[in-house]
């Protein structure tokens, strides 16, 4: 699996074909009109090909040996994060993004936690517990549109101890990021809750909307 090595917006990530859309700055048109909760987000590559492949395989066929190499990717793409010449990105927590309670036990595991904990044995930071919790099972998200996306996760999201998360660099974890709605909405509420800065990682950037998880 290659990572994406081509331009990308600084803020949100999104991969960019040429430099036309940033018209003279290093962001997207979206992140020049609005802006994500969320300081940055970054993700390993597209989501097609292998890394697709094996991304349905581990969520949907709960194939758990490919959280490993799977963390791998993440811990990659981690690198890719910048800090305007500031000194080197310190996490202090890692979160996955939760699962409502219903919908993890149907499933039966949280990916994004799986993916997480194998993070932490490659970088060293610690995941955290409930931090961060869906208090709404939203709807499935596919083939909604961007801002329908963002409205159907806004206020999803409850930080139940705003004193664990106050002040921390946050790296926020997800298998595929398509609008950036549900990361944003996540990182909305731990950014409220006092979190200094909340910088979100994924495997993969979909153009579509894909089947939610
Ligand atoms: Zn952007």
Redesign the pocket.
């Known amino acids: 699996m290659q990572p994406y090595d081509g331009l990308e917006?600084e803020?949100?990530?999104?991969f960019l074909g040429s430099t036309l859309g940033l018209h003279g700055t290093e962001?997207?048109g979206?992140?020049r009109r609005a802006s994500y909760s969320f300081d940055q987000a970054r993700s390993f590559a597209e989501y097609d090909g292998v890394l697709g492949a094996l991304i349905r395989r581990f969520k949907y066929d709960a194939w758990f040996p490919l959280a490993k190499p799977l963390a791998r990717c993440l811990q990659e793409a981690s690198g890719r994060f910048t800090t305007g010449g500031k000194s080197p990105i310190q996490f202090d927590l890692i979160l996955p993004v939760p699962l409502h309670r219903n919908r993890q036990r149907k499933r039966g595991f949280n990916q994004a936690q799986l993916l997480a904990a194998n993070l932490s044995r490659l970088n060293g930071v610690r995941v955290g517990g409930r931090d961060c919790v869906r208090m709404r099972d939203t709807p499935p998200q596919t083939g909604l549109r961007g801002a329908e996306r963002r409205k159907n996760v806004r206020g999803a999201f409850a930080v139940p101890e705003p004193g664990r998360v106050k002040g921390a660099s946050i790296l926020l974890i997800d298998d595929v990021l398509t609008t950036g709605a549900t990361l944003d909405a996540c990182a909305a509420a731990l950014r409220e809750a006092g979190a200094a800065q909340v910088r979100a990682l994924t495997l993969a950037r979909a153009r579509k909307p894909q089947p939610e998880s």
């Open positions: 917006c803020h949100c990530g999104l962001l997207c979206l992140c």
